[in-house]
């Protein structure tokens, strides 16, 4: 296992950082395809002046900024560095990570926790996904590294794959945060035709020894056929989709879960597993989802649809090998104690934990250090702790939740869809049907916090 | 760990997987699909119901029948029309018998007809034809068919009188349907004549019996030579239930610490606890026990009072009093979570593991979630056997828990614990007097007799009778205090108003006496000219003379929205008036108007309209008010082709055959979107208030967003919160979105104060910063009546209103002003009248004889003609209140702006 971590991070940490100017970063391997990915979504190129326009007007937004001006408040230098994945300064790389729609921490090399491989979730993924007919979700908090996890699991399940030189298996990822505009999710009916149009696109632009063209096919079979918008996609696959394994990739599922037909959704996916486990041509149909949430809490329903559905991989916080795992990657000097000290607080939340190990090994802080500051306001947590506290204060009855949840005297019932919404930011955790806060930084962050404000 | 794959937990078993157990209900199913019954399966789930019907259909195939499953959930059930769904479930059986047509062409073909009646066409037609042999039709999960938006009513129908057929005509024996879901056959059709379910075969699905389950031991016969003992200890902890006998049987199959040479009966308990009793909340996986949970302290659907009543009821069960099985909903929601099962007429709880799971403790835990006050008293006389009268409540306390309990549904415990009580006060008051031992006895059981029927009665009082103070009887409809109105001039439409002249014609009317009764009513208009409801009863009264009337329906919110329902009323009997007054032949049947009180509310609407859809003699409805209401209400008027022309719902997402509106959100947000567009207002925030707890009285606010989000697609407008609606004071639009020009204030009528709060922020705020800074307020034709208006005056606030042109000195308006003597006309009365004429105009244009004695029928088709045509209303017959180009939503309808400013009003202005 060491091995096989060795060759994924494939540079030592505090080399880099030592050799760039401080406070810059720059974008990982994985991080530059990305890059390259969003800007070609958008049209831009290397060498386009939309970029600096948007930039500016972020950075300067007092200025008048327009098209073909002589200067922009960035360089054309600077974008082109961070597009080649060389360090820029981390003001700037924020900056284009923004106006490319890209999270930073995701594609820098400095959210690098997130390339611990987990286990033992991971190898059953890739053994999940590689059996016919199968059924996998993925479910984890917002940032635990279900993305990141994903693509190694694809990775891995392609090579797998092209061992066997004959093997047609096709892969397609939808990604809901992405793939689509938001009035897609008002109708059912525009959702699936987008889903169908997204899928039939991918797969003729990825596998061209596919004989068919099948964007053009697609008009015909969605228009002129008036049955439900459910029907017409089973119909669709059939005719269309399932001649060779598919393996169907549903990521950020949650964006469906929300919407008005999420039920008939889960309805879909479920009779199709169904229908697939029962054999002949939806047998080579095989879907992995991913999500942050459980289904029902938005739902009005009791039980899950998709409850009993298929394989289930949660993914947790890091335990203290993979926290062990990462501190080697940092090249860090470290004692047994550490791993129970920096866990007694942040519990296994890869972020916080990253976060530490990362200024430990930039600033040559003690980890001592950073934990006694932890909860005041020059403690390195304070920009994460703030983010949440912004995103739960704009919604008063999960702040009001989160107070029932920590503040033992003034526990009372909470709603599970609050539940949920907690539990999607990864502030609580659900265990039964008790709502656990995740960590000891969270409850005394907040503790305080909700105590000044009932003051 | 040892991997076993004899076993299958949860999910269907193949076609003869080596674990399926064949059951009694295997052979009774297979039986009766072979003597051509209609078969159905309901009952809880996870009780091997798809399994069966896995079995069974390949047994028939291999037979030779015709086999078809459909998942019904496949079919979809959210924007699913009428039409669709039975297409769809038309081509999906045609595809799997692979009947060999173009299922689209032929169903477009038969263009006219209901879209039952194109699939019952398809069976009679196509299936029967194309097909010689027997068939068989499995639908699998059919109480999907209630969360459609249309009534599945005649879908079972359909089924029933494929049944009826056989007499007639023979090939209909050949076809044989089969029905599995978790639901109970009342719950999926209400209408008892037409139900499929009384002629059919109910299959009941028991757990396995320990000779059934022999089978089972197979699977552990690598592991002990006394598998058939371990077996029977299985059975005696799931009572054969399949997915926990399965589970278990697993679990002992690859565990690798059992020591077999212990004692089955240790082995299989030691591992009961350990792997599914302990902690079972985490270790329910795939889940079972939860779902069963979910079921119960279900919030969504049912109400914390119900779900008291449930654990209560469990409760006594878990504590092995007798309690019969009966139907009352508490009993069959408990008997379709699967927690307890009807043994010999009684209730008993399904299992031992089921017993230990939800345990004495866990219905305490349950229910000291929800707020009893006397919790901790009562349980402990629950624990005492029913015996502690130390924990009974005192006097006082039992006073204050029966005031707090005032309108709840009140659970068995409940009131055997306030009948202890208050037997034992009292014995205590007896005691006290000092009455003497020998007649003790007796008068305290009588005492206590006594005062169990005064509780029933006074508990049965308190919400009974919400409007006892007025004389009037009151019901309740879903915890709501209702007041059930249905008046033609028989009772006082309106509680508070007291006029003598109303009451004697109501007097009058009652006893048939019509004319007097006109007489009277005529006094009571005179002497209040604003009255519509006296002109209404006065217009009625008069019609009866006439022999038989045309009625129609006026279904509006008196107690609740009296201004709205008197200005809606005000239309309708202006539409009235003028077409009694225009039959002068002595035999015409004249216009009887029926005023319904429906509260508002979605709940009683649904009561209500159900009510009014039964009774033959209501020929349309003008109604209901809020959108809403009138969703919940259109289900039951399509089932009866009665047409519903509402003067006020405007929401788009009404949508039924028999559905008419006045004027639709899409227009409204339409003119908006051109509006913004033409003022060059781009960045615009939308604040619709509704509450993330979605009310049913939102209907309109949601409609009007949504149709907004897309009328303002391509004309340069953006809505900045489009993913935010937290946002509901101008000082958080302001910070978060400093480049707000416009804020749209979605009101529905129950926001206009808030919207009222708004607007003042706003002025306060605009009032510092200069004009190219300032933002505009925007809110809806909701906030256009007379009242709000007003209100708005009042309190000197800033906004505009953007809508259709109003013509404010139509002939109509000129003559209403005069009529009720006000100085202005409300829009609702405009468009009340409106809609009446449209109904007026549906029954004129049919020809004689028909037009003497119209049919809801040919009203209806009369409307959709109009519809289809576009015809607009003639020119006397029109209020000419506002004119809109219907169905063009193009760039150019005219607009119109009413602006507020410091409470001086300026008309609505193009």
Not at chain 1, 103 to 116: C, L
Not at chain 2, 871 to 885: A, M, N, Q, V, Y
Request: hydrophobic share 40%.
């Amino acid at each position: 296992v060491n091995i096989a971590i060795r060759s994924n991070g494939n540079y030592n940490r505090n080399d880099v950082f030592r050799s760039i100017v401080a406070m810059s970063i720059k974008a990982s391997e994985y991080g530059k395809q990305k890059i390259k990915a969003a800007r070609k979504n958008i049209g831009w190129t290397i060498d386009s002046d939309l970029p600096l326009l948007e930039a500016s007007r972020i950075l300067e937004p007092n200025l008048s900024w327009v098209e073909g001006m002589d200067w922009y408040a960035i360089a054309k230098a600077t974008w082109r560095r961070f597009v080649e994945a060389k360090p820029v300064r981390e003001e700037n790389f924020k900056v284009f990570c923004e106006i490319l729609d890209l999270e930073w921490r995701d594609i820098s090399q400095v959210g690098e926790a997130f390339d611990i491989r987990r286990e033992p979730q991971e190898s059953r993924c890739e053994r999940t996904i590689l059996e016919p007919a199968s059924f996998l979700r993925i479910k984890g908090p917002h940032r635990m590294g279900k993305t990141r996890m994903l693509d190694r699991v694809l990775k891995q399940v392609k090579s797998n794959l092209e061992e066997h030189s004959h093997n047609q298996t096709r892969i397609i990822t939808v990604n809901f945060l992405n793939n689509f505009d938001l009035t897609v999710y008002d109708s059912l009916d525009n959702f699936l035709k987008s889903l169908c149009q997204t899928i039939a696109y991918e797969l003729t632009n990825n596998y061209q020894n596919s004989t068919k063209n099948l964007t053009d096919t697609f008009q015909d079979s969605w228009h002129k056929f008036d049955a439900t918008p459910t029907h017409k996609t089973s119909v669709y696959f059939e005719n269309w989709l399932l001649d060779l394994p598919l393996i169907l990739v549903l990521e950020n599922i949650d964006r469906v879960f929300e919407a008005p037909f999420s039920l008939d959704f889960c309805d879909l996916l479920r009779g199709w597993h169904t229908k697939a486990q029962r054999g002949n041509l939806w047998q080579n149909l095989s879907l992995v989802i991913v999500h942050s949430t459980d289904v029902y809490a938005t739902m009005d329903i009791a039980s899950s649809p998709l409850a009993n559905v298929g394989e289930v991989a949660v993914l947790e916080e890091f335990g203290s090998q993979e926290i062990e795992r990462l501190v080697k990657q940092y090249d860090l000097d470290w004692d047994g104690e550490s791993t129970a000290k920096i866990m007694a607080l942040v519990g296994g939340n890869p972020d916080l934990v990253d976060l530490t190990l990362q200024t430990m090994a930039n600033e040559s802080i003690t980890l001592d250090l950073i934990l006694s500051v932890a909860t005041t306001e020059s403690g390195i947590y304070r920009g994460r702790l703030l983010k949440l506290w912004e995103t739960i204060s704009k919604k008063p009855h999960l702040k009001l939740a989160l107070k029932y949840i920590i503040i033992p005297s003034t526990s009372r019932r909470v709603d599970p869809l609050i539940l949920y919404q907690l539990e999607s930011l990864g502030l609580v955790k659900i265990e039964g049907d008790r709502a656990i806060i995740r960590n000891e930084l969270y409850r005394q962050y907040f503790t305080y916090l909700l105590a000044i404000e009932d003051n | 760990m040892i991997y076993n794959n004899f076993y299958k937990v949860g999910g269907d078993l193949k076609f003869q997987h080596p674990s399926y157990i064949s059951r009694q209900s295997d052979s009774e199913l297979y039986q009766a699909i072979k003597n051509g019954d209609f078969c159905y399966v309901l009952n809880c789930s996870q009780m091997g119901k798809s399994s069966l019907a896995v079995q069974i259909f390949h047994r028939l195939k291999a037979e030779g029948y015709a086999c078809c499953f459909i998942n019904l959930p496949d079919i979809g059930s959210s924007e699913v029309t009428e039409d669709s769904w039975y297409f769809t479930l038309t081509h999906k059986i045609a595809r799997e018998l692979r009947i060999d047509l173009d299922i689209s062409d032929w169903w477009k073909q038969k263009g006219l007809l209901s879209s039952s009646g194109k699939f019952s066409q398809f069976i009679e037609e196509i299936l029967l034809t194309s097909i010689d042999r027997d068939i068989v039709i499995f639908i699998d999960e059919v109480d999907i068919t209630r969360r459609l938006n249309f009534s599945a009513d005649n879908f079972f129908a359909l089924i029933r009188s494929c049944y009826n057929q056989r007499v007639y005509r023979s090939q209909y024996q050949r076809l044989i349907f089969t029905f599995l879901g978790t639901a109970t056959p009342s719950s999926l059709i209400k209408n008892s004549n037409c139900t499929p379910f009384n002629i059919g075969t109910a299959i009941v699905l028991q757990g396995f019996k320990l000779n059934e389950a022999q089978l089972l031991a197979k699977g552990l016969e690598d592991r002990t030579d006394r598998s058939k003992e371990i077996i029977a200890e299985v059975l005696k902890w799931t009572g054969g239930q399949p997915f926990l006998t399965q589970k278990l049987c697993k679990l002992i199959a690859e565990s690798t610490d059992i020591d077999f040479a212990l004692d089955p009966h240790i082995i299989v308990e030691r591992i009961t606890r350990s792997s599914i009793i302990d902690n079972w909340i985490n270790q329910d996986n795939p889940q079972h026990l939860k779902t069963i949970q979910a079921r119960i302290i279900d919030l969504k659907k049912l109400t914390e009072e119900f779900i008291i009543k449930l654990l209560w009821l469990y409760k006594e069960v878990l504590d092995g009093r007798e309690i019969r099985s009966n139907s009352s909903p508490e009993q069959v929601q408990l008997r379709l979570s699967g927690l307890v099962v009807d043994l010999d007429g009684k209730l008993k709880i399904f299992n031992r593991i089921y017993q230990e799971v939800f345990n004495s403790d866990w219905v305490i835990q349950k229910l000291s979630e929800f707020s009893i006050p006397y919790l901790d008293k009562i349980t402990a006389w629950v624990k005492s056997n029913y015996q502690d009268k130390s924990q009974l409540l005192t006097k006082e306390s039992l006073e204050n828990a029966l005031n707090s309990s005032d309108g709840k549904d009140l659970s068995s415990i409940d009131l055997q614990y306030f009948n202890a009580s208050e037997k034992e006060l009292t014995i205590k008051e007896f005691k006290r007097k000092g009455i003497l031992l020998g007649g003790f006895i007796a008068v305290a059981m009588i005492a206590g007799y006594l005062s169990r029927e005064i509780f029933h009665q006074e508990i049965y009082d308190k919400y009974a009778s919400c409007l006892k103070e007025q004389g009037i009887a009151g019901e309740k409809i879903a915890n709501i205090c209702f007041r059930s109105l249905t008046t033609s001039g028989e009772k006082p439409a309106i509680v508070s108003s007291y006029d003598p002249d109303l009451t004697h014609g109501i007097e009058e009317f009652k006893k048939e006496h019509y004319l007097a009764a006109s007489l009277s009513f005529k006094k009571a208009v005179d002497s209040d000219r604003a009255d519509p409801i006296a002109k209404i009863f006065d217009n009625n009264a008069k019609a009866r003379l006439n022999k038989k009337t045309l009625k129609i329906a006026a279904v509006v919110p008196i107690d609740y929205y009296q201004n709205a329902a008197l200005d809606i009323l005000r239309g309708v009997a202006d539409a009235q008036t003028q077409f009694n007054k225009e039959r002068k032949n002595k035999n015409d049947r004249l216009l009887e108007i029926v005023i319904v009180n429906d509260g508002n509310k979605p709940e009683v609407a649904k009561k209500v309209s159900t009510e009014l859809a039964n009774d033959p003699d209501i020929l349309a409805i003008i109604g209901h008010h809020f959108s809403g209401s009138t969703k919940a209400a259109l289900p039951q008027y399509s089932q009866a082709k009665i047409v519903v022309v509402s003067p006020t719902s405007s929401s788009s997402s009404l949508n039924a055959d028999v559905f008419f509106e006045n004027i639709n959100t899409k227009i409204f947000a339409s003119m908006y979107a051109n509006y913004f567009s033409s003022q060059n207002l781009a960045n615009i925030v939308v604040v619709d208030f509704f509450d993330p707890k979605k009310s049913d009285n939102d209907e309109y606010t949601i409609a009007l967003y949504n149709d907004f989000k897309t009328a303002i697609r391509g004309r340069g407008v953006n809505i900045l919160n489009l993913k935010d609606s937290s946002i509901n004071s101008i000082e958080s639009i302001r910070s978060k979105y400093p480049q707000t020009q416009a804020i749209l204030a979605i009101s529905n009528g129950e926001k206009n104060s808030a919207t009222i709060a708004l607007a003042k922020e706003n002025d306060k705020m605009n009032s510092k910063i200069s004009t190219d800074r300032q933002i505009q307020l925007f809110t809806t034709h909701a906030m256009g009546d007379r009242e709000t208006l007003s209100k708005i005056k009042e309190s000197s606030v800033a906004m505009k209103i953007v809508g259709p042109c109003q013509n404010k000195n139509s002939p109509y308006i000129n003559v209403a002003k005069t009529n009720w003597n006000q100085e202005d006309i409300d829009w609702r009365t405009a468009y009340s009248y409106d809609s009446t004429q449209r109904i007026i105009q549906a029954i004129e244009s049919l020809s004689n004889p028909t037009r003497q004695n119209p049919t809801r029928e040919g009203i209806l088709a009369q409307l959709q003609l109009a519809r289809l045509k576009s015809t607009e209303l003639p020119r006397d017959k029109s209020s000419g209140f506002i004119r809109l180009d219907r169905g063009s939503l193009d760039k150019n309808i005219p607009v119109c702006v009413l602006q507020i400013e410091k409470g001086e009003s300026v008309d609505f202005k193009q």
